[in-house]
């Protein structure tokens, strides 16, 4: 055998084997394109899926959130029903205070100033929130009434929404119109005149100033067998435009001295 017989037989021998080489470099580098497709595709999926699973969480803890929610402000509506021994709240009352409440234009409220921090003496009165008030609270607080219509000589006004400190913390539509029901409740003990002289912007909700007149500062809480005897017109409710409001500027901005 020649050197060149070698040479060629050895070359026809490599050929082969190359190409079974490349051969199979083509084929492990498509089963690998291949198997990088299936992977990104399982991945997406897996996203896909894991996606879904979170929005349906949140969709069911949104739920329990607004089933709470109806639940604790179901619980914050007063009725006349928990307070037996109090001369109870009309119909017509109750759906005044609502409508003055929610029928406000928000977006043409003024912005309440600070009030000021409440004085212990004098006929102004801050109450950030009286929502359903039990019977015992109630007592207290119809005293208290009674205190300050005394320091006003028949007159006093409540600032609803409003901190100790002054500050017009304010309230939301639900908390507003049970606070002004429980002061409403308070003068029906007293058998007072109660006007809702304005309602104002506060800092997170709104805040509402209540004017009332008592002619009869030494009235006492009626016992639960002269309820049913209780004045049963409306006179002494009355609902303020804002026309009205500058004729109560100087009793709303409290004029009592500061401690």
Known sequence: MTANDSHTDSTTTNEPINNRQLFTSSATHGNGSNT?????????????????KEKLKQAKYEHIRTQKKMQSSNQQISTNCMYPECVPLSDEELHLIEQRVMNVNVAQLCASSDFGKENDEGCVEHKWKLVSPNADRIHHLVTQMKY??????????????????????????????????????????LNGTIEIVSIQKGMNGNIATLHITNECTATTIQSPNLANHAKTSHDHIKYCNEDQKDSHDSMIKGTSPAK
Not at 39 to 50: G, T, Y
Not at 163 to 174: F, K, N, R, S, V
Request: net charge positive; with cysteine.
């Open 148 to 189: 300050r219509l005394n320091e006003g000589q028949g007159t006093c006004v409540y600032h609803v929404g409003v901190a100790d400190d002054g500050q017009p913390t304010g309230l939301d539509p639900t908390q507003l119109i049970e606070t002004i029901k429980t002061v409403f409740r308070l003068n029906r003990q």
């Open 36 to 52: 990088t497709k299936i992977k990104l595709k399982m991945s997406k999926l897996k996203q896909r899926k894991a996606a879904a």
